[in-house]
């Protein structure tokens, strides 16, 4: 069974930084893109960014752009999201999700397959 589970949220300051991770379990996660997704209070889920199963396809959301970084160790079975320069908009529930697709065409929620449970991030000072 396919299981993603995230870790690496929490509180911190404006302009401060966090390294999300997505641990893949019950498959080879080489084979399936993943994706970053938020939600924050009242609002939509989002995509944040999206990595081919190969890693050589990056999707950004232009609000991330320049601060995130995706990135994917396929011996480790897991995706990472490096988040640097992190302000009060960033603040949401964060999820990973895989597509059984080898990549996120346009990296919207709708694409995925399967959910992990959610890591909260919040940038508050």
């Known amino acids: 069974q396919l299981q993603l589970v995230e870790s690496g949220g929490g509180l911190v300051q404006p302009g401060g930084s966090l390294r999300l991770s997505c641990a893949a379990s019950g498959f080879n996660s080489e084979h399936y893109a993943i994706g970053w997704f938020r939600q924050a209070p009242g609002k939509e889920r989002e995509g944040v960014s999206c990595i081919s199963s190969s890693g050589g396809r990056l999707n950004y959301a232009d609000s991330v752009k320049g601060r995130f970084t995706i990135s994917r160790d396929n011996a480790k079975n897991t995706v990472y999201l490096q988040m640097n320069n992190l302000q009060p908009e960033d603040t949401a529930v964060y999820y990973c999700?895989?597509?059984?697709?080898?990549?996120?065409?346009?990296?919207?929620?709708?694409?995925?397959?399967?959910w992990g449970q959610g890591t909260q991030v919040t940038v508050s000072s």
């Open positions: 999700a895989a597509s059984l697709l080898l990549l996120f065409t346009r990296c919207e929620p709708s694409e995925a397959d399967d």
